[in-house]
């Protein structure tokens, strides 16, 4: 089992899957889309607690999003 510990947003399976590089079903590839969908929904609520305790993680969250556009 490969140690999440230090991933990022996606997993390296989701990656492979949204980039199109695994030979997954339409149905599966929808699913993993969905769940990404539900991470992004989870970091909001990180945002909020980052603002009201660390604003300088927040602000470090915001420089690495805000260079990948």
């Known amino acids: 089992m490969v140690d999440d510990q230090y ?3 996606l997993t390296e399976r989701e990656r492979e899957i949204i980039k199109g590089e695994a030979d997954v ?3 599966y590839r ?3 889309v969905s769940r990404v969908r539900t991470k ?3 970091v909001c609520e990180d945002v909020e607690i ?3 305790n660390r604003e ?3 602000e470090d ?3 690495a999003v805000c260079e990948n556009k």
């Open 7 to 9: 991933r990022g947003l």
């Open 25 to 27: 079903t339409d149905n």
């Open 30 to 32: 929808y699913r993993v």
């Open 40 to 42: 992004i929904e989870n």
């Open 50 to 52: 980052l603002a009201e």
């Open 56 to 58: 300088d993680l927040l």
């Open 61 to 63: 969250l915001q420089e």
